[in-house]
């Protein structure tokens, strides 16, 4: 069987558009992955958890997943738009979101003393999905 860079990039923008879906829907969900809750005394709180953990995650991965199916697919123009380079713009952007929080994660781990296991398993998780999404760009199908 041939390796499908492309559906494998499939495959780690789904996850992140579940979770960012997920979140939309169970804002409570998403305060519990980033370990914050909303504040009594300020109404409107978990709008924050709903649009940043659940609208914006859903949004920019569903979109990328949308352009990278097509290319998966070989539709090569998507709303009149060359599918493949804006594919590859949008999941390059949504790679380096996750490679990204896992940087973050580990200046946490390395300059905050923050060496628990959750951050350290949740590195883990950001990087592998950030190198899922990202897997087009270092592998030409």
Not at 4 to 32: E, T
Not at 66 to 91: D, K, N, Q, R, S
Not at 104 to 120: C, K, P, S
Request: net charge neutral; charged share 10%.
């Amino acid at each position: 069987m041939e390796f499908a860079p492309f559906w494998v990039s499939c495959f780690g923008l789904a996850v992140g558009a579940a979770m960012g879906l997920w979140g939309l829907i169970n804002p409570r969900w998403a305060a519990g992955i980033v370990r914050l809750r909303d504040d009594p005394e300020k109404p409107g709180g978990f709008a924050e958890f709903r649009g940043t953990y659940g609208g914006l995650f859903f949004a920019t991965h569903a979109f990328a997943l949308v352009l990278m199916a097509c290319v998966a697919l070989e539709i090569e123009a998507f709303a009149g738009v060359p599918t493949y380079w804006t594919a590859l713009g949008t999941v390059g952007v949504c790679g380096l979101v996750w490679l990204g929080t896992a940087v973050g994660r580990v200046a946490a781990i390395a300059l905050d003393g923050a060496g628990t296991r959750y951050n350290q398993a949740s590195v883990i998780f950001e990087i592998v999905l950030g190198a899922l999404i990202v897997t087009p760009w270092f592998f030409r199908a």
